[in-house]
T-cell receptor, first 111, second 117 residues
Framework: LAKTTQPISMDSYEGQEVNITCSHN???????ITWYQQFPSQGPRFIIQ???TKVTNEVASLFIPADRKSSTLSLPRVSLSDTAVYYC????????????FGKGTRLSVIA | GAVVSQHPSWVICKSGTSVKIECRSL??????MFWYRQFPKQSLMLMAT?????????EQGVEKDKFLINHASLTLSTLTVTSAHPEDSSFYIC?????????????FGEGSRLTVL
């Protein structure tokens, strides 16, 4: 399973764009990159997933370079409610293969 | 709405008692479910993989006799913490793969907070 490395924490002011980068040097050909958000005392929530290039949904964008050894989650115009822990996971579900969580990035949005 | 539901969301028990946590997939079948444990300010740690109709697969260091997992149907997996002790106090989270997906996307339950006195 590919191991991921993210910054432990980040701070941002409201209204700013936040970019969180994740390194996954050992990503396999079949692996997808998925980002989850977790609020205190809640289960993680899916944000976005991608395989290569750029993916955008109503919540975020995900940028993946050609070598796929890293990815960047971009949150446009964050608000206080975006304060959470963000996890980058790499893998592809096949049979009973679970996803292993790294340490995640604790984002604090300041007014 | 939630597609994976856990119950109870929180439970307090006395040391030495057993506690059962249920994880249900709503509107879809899950032949596999994953159980995670999370201590304060830490990441999720995979405990075991629950397989419908067969034995669960436990991660290294997780006692299978202490954390009993039963996946008796395609929509229900249970985790029973037997003879609970204060060090078992934690946030337990279950998850199930998105139906039909091979990309690794998981649906997570709301989590169950266990406090052992």
């Amino acid at each position: 399973l590919a191991k991921t490395t993210q910054p432990i924490s980040m701070d941002s002011y409201e209204g700013q764009e936040v970019n969180i980068t994740c390194s996954h040097n050992n990503i396999a050909t079949n692996d997808y990159i998925t980002w989850y958000q977790q609020f205190p005392s809640q289960g993680p929530r899916f944000i976005i997933q991608g395989y290569k290039t750029k993916v955008t949904n109503e919540v975020a964008s995900l940028f993946i370079p050609a070598d796929r050894k890293s990815s960047t989650l971009s949150l446009p115009r964050v608000s206080l409610s975006d304060t959470a822990v963000y996890y980058c996971l790499v893998g592809g579900y096949s049979g009973n293969t679970p996803l292993v969580f790294g340490k995640g990035t604790r984002l604090s949005v300041i007014a | 709405g939630a597609v994976v539901s856990q119950h109870p969301s929180w439970v307090i028990c006395k040391s030495g008692t057993s506690v059962k946590i249920e994880c249900r997939s709503l509107d879809f079948q899950a032949t596999t479910m994953f159980w995670y444990r999370q201590f304060p300010k830490q990441s999720l740690m995979l405990m075991a993989t629950s397989n419908e109709g067969s034995k669960a697969t436990y991660e290294q260091g997780v006692e299978k006799d202490k954390f009993l997992i039963n996946h008796a149907s395609l929509t229900l997996s249970t985790l029973t913490v037997t003879s609970a002790h204060p060090e078992d106090s934690s946030f337990y989270i279950c998850s199930a793969p998105r139906q039909g997906s091979n990309t690794g996307e998981l649906f997570f339950g709301e989590g169950s907070r266990l406090t052992v006195l």
